[in-house]
């Protein structure tokens, strides 16, 4: 089974602060991972990925997480956080046992005051 | 190439009353998903077809049902609405095997309202 824990339901951080949104997992197979950012009144959008291989992933508008197994973690970081930074974050997790389903986390929504 | 596409983009219902939310792709993906979201708990995944004539039950699929029409579109029907129904609702769409494209791509939601 699989299963996504996020820390921290909102989280609020000034314009040009480190932005670091926890996220730990569970899973009996090998993980894939995923970031999701959504805007208000808006769907989901794919911000980054770890399927395999490089285990520091870079994703869009400067965010960037680190897949480490022994902590069963991928936590997102941006280093300066700008005010179109503000949005709700969902972490979640996929394997090749899961036929394409995700397992997201319950979000954590970012604030960034100015 | 539009994507993900969901209709209608809002809508009321009184209890009771049954509406279909529609949802097309146009990625050539084989699965799709229907979620709904609601505030504190995430994306809930309510039922999903792994590929054309294949459907499956989600983590909450009680007063719902599906129909996967073709490779492209994947219809939820509520059939007797109830306020507990009010939500967000959003399609999704991925290729796991083959493509191997496991994130999935989402459309712009439904907020459904039931009174």
């Known amino acids: 089974a699989q299963s996504v824990t996020q820390l921290g339901s909102h989280v609020s951080v000034s314009e040009g602060a480190l932005v670091l949104l926890r996220c730990n997992y569970s899973s009996s197979v090998p993980p894939y991972l995923f970031w999701y950012v959504q805007y208000p009144n808006q769907g989901l959008q794919l911000l980054l990925k770890?399927?395999?291989?490089?285990?520091l992933v870079k994703g869009i508008n400067g965010f960037e997480a680190e897949f480490k197994k022994s902590e069963t973690s991928f936590h997102l970081t941006k280093p300066s956080a700008h005010m179109s930074d503000a949005a709700e974050y969902f972490c979640?997790?996929?394997?090749?046992?899961?036929?394409?389903?995700?397992?997201f986390g319950q979000g954590t929504e970012l604030s960034v005051k100015p | 190439n539009a994507g993900v596409t969901q209709t209608p983009k809002f809508q009321v219902l009184k209890t009771g009353q049954s509406m279909t939310l529609q949802c097309a792709q146009d990625m050539n993906h084989n699965s799709m998903y229907w979620y709904r979201q609601d505030p504190g708990m995430g994306l809930r995944l309510i039922y999903y077809?792994?590929?054309?004539?294949?459907?499956d039950k989600g983590e909450v699929p009680n007063g719902y049902n599906v129909s996967r029409l073709n490779k492209r579109e994947f219809s939820l029907r509520l059939e007797s609405a109830a306020p507990s129904q009010t939500s967000v609702y959003f399609c999704?769409?991925?290729?796991?095997?083959?493509?191997?494209?496991?994130?999935?791509?989402f459309g712009p939601g439904t907020r459904l309202t039931v009174t």
């Open positions: 770890y399927t395999t291989g490089a285990t």
């Open positions: 979640a997790v996929s394997g090749d046992n899961q036929g394409g389903k995700l397992i």
């Open positions: 077809s792994a590929s054309e004539g294949t459907t």
């Open positions: 999704a769409s991925n290729s796991p095997s083959g493509q191997g494209t496991y994130e999935q791509y």
